[in-house]
């Protein structure tokens, strides 16, 4: 059985961090990426991030380039998110996700399993 547990979410400041992680279980984690994508109240679910299997290969939103770094440790079977420069609309729930396969990008259809998702909120 696949679990992927989030940590790290809470409340912050604009233009501060937070760091957050997904610790997963049941599949060989090193096989597949792994994705961060947020829902704020009344949006629909949108992408944030994405890792490939090494590590090497990402992928970000525009609207988090330059300010939000995904990263793996492949030993720990762990995902993190590092979040810097927050602002008041990155406030959401921040659900870690992982891939149908290897190659699993921007869309939620290709990710198979997902976290209970950890809640971000940036105060102005």
């Given at each position: 059985?696949?679990?992927?547990?989030?940590?790290?979410?809470?409340?912050?400041?604009?233009?501060?961090?937070?760091?957050?992680?997904?610790?997963?279980?049941?599949?060989?984690?090193?096989?597949?990426?792994?994705?961060?994508?947020?829902?704020?109240?009344?949006?629909?679910?949108?992408?944030?991030?994405?890792?490939?299997?090494?590590g090497?290969?990402?992928?970000?939103?525009?609207?988090?380039?330059?300010?939000?770094?995904?990263?793996?440790?492949?030993?720990?079977?762990?995902?993190?998110?590092?979040?810097?420069?927050?602002?008041?609309?990155?406030?959401?729930?921040y659900?870690?996700?992982?891939?149908?396969?290897?190659?699993?990008?921007?869309?939620?259809r290709?990710?198979?399993?997902?976290?209970?998702?950890?809640?971000?909120?940036?105060?102005?």
């Amino acid at each position: 059985q696949v679990q992927l547990v989030e940590s790290g979410g809470g409340l912050v400041q604009a233009g501060g961090s937070l760091r957050l992680s997904c610790a997963a279980s049941g599949r060989t984690f090193s096989s597949f990426a792994m994705g961060w994508f947020r829902q704020a109240p009344g949006a629909e679910r949108e992408f944030v991030a994405r890792i490939g299997l090494s590590g090497r290969s990402t992928l970000y939103a525009d609207s988090v380039k330059g300010r939000f770094t995904i990263s793996r440790d492949n030993a720990k079977n762990t995902v993190f998110l590092q979040m810097n420069s927050l602002k008041p609309e990155d406030t959401a729930v921040y659900y870690c996700a992982q891939g149908i396969g290897s190659s699993s990008s921007r869309s939620a259809r290709e990710y198979k399993y997902w976290g209970q998702g950890t809640q971000v909120t940036v105060s102005s």
